[in-house]
């Protein structure tokens, strides 16, 4: 059974996208997209309060990585120093080194 998914009434919802060699871009930005356009109307009337989510990416350096198709990406956290994300999203991708360090610290919160 899906539940539906219920965003809290205030406060910035922090969306870590995990990023490494060989990211796909099209599930990189097509994700992205979806959270920079989500609209919960219900939590206000101005842009702040209905676009909730902080969306960042991280990686295991801030280094510029090579993603697929030569697209290159300069994450903006390593994992040990990211905001605590409420939600991560994982494109498809090569091997990350150490997501489960993000794991951990969103079940922290």
Do not use: C
């Amino acid at each position: 059974m899906i539940k539906k998914l219920t965003p809290p009434r205030e406060g910035i919802i922090n969306v870590a996208f995990v990023v490494s060699e060989d990211t796909e871009p099209i599930d990189l930005v097509g994700s992205w997209q979806v959270f920079k356009d989500a609209h919960v109307p219900e939590r206000g009337k101005s842009m702040e309060e209905a676009h909730p989510f902080n969306m960042y990416t991280v990686s295991d350096t801030t280094d510029i990585i090579r993603a697929g198709r030569g697209l290159k990406i300069k994450p903006s956290f390593a994992f040990e120093d990211a905001p605590s994300p409420r939600v991560i999203v994982i494109p498809v991708q090569g091997q990350v080194r150490n997501p489960d360090e993000l794991d951990s610290r969103k079940k922290q919160d």
